[in-house]
């Protein structure tokens, strides 16, 4: 069972940063692929980035090129998001996910394990 815990959500104003982590505080001898998620209320869950166990490809969604970077260090099994220049419309819960299968994906579907979520709300 694979366990997940994100850390880092917070409020900021607009143009401000954060930082959120994602540590999976298991075994790391199984290779997954890892993503970031949000969902704001009353709107559907939005892939934001998902990275490769090799961190060498990765997607991140229109919305946030530019202003969001996803990042992983497998030595400490944790999955960064750094968020800079945040708008308002990035309010939602930030959920981590994580799935054995290899190949990238910002589909909710695809993802087996997911974390609680940590909220992130950016005031104008």
């Known amino acids: 069972q694979v366990r997940l815990v994100e850390s880092g959500g917070g409020s900021v104003q607009a143009g401000g940063s954060l930082r959120l982590s994602c540590k999976e505080p298991?075994?790391?001898?199984?290779?997954?692929?890892m993503a970031w998620f949000r969902q704001a209320p009353g709107k559907e869950r939005e892939g934001v980035s998902c990275?490769?166990?090799?961190?060498?490809?990765?997607f991140i969604a229109e919305s946030v090129k530019g202003r969001f970077t996803i990042s992983q260090d497998n030595a400490k099994n944790t999955l960064y998001l750094q968020m800079n220049s945040l708008k308002p419309e990035d309010t939602a819960m930030y959920y981590c996910?994580?799935?054995?299968?290899?190949?990238?994906?910002?589909?909710?579907?695809?993802?087996?394990?997911w974390g609680q979520g940590t909220q992130v709300t950016v005031s104008s």
């Open positions: 990275i490769s166990w090799s961190g060498r490809s990765s």
């Open positions: 298991g075994s790391t001898d199984t290779p997954y692929c």
């Open positions: 996910a994580a799935d054995s299968r290899l190949s990238l994906s910002l589909e909710p579907d695809w993802y087996n394990y």
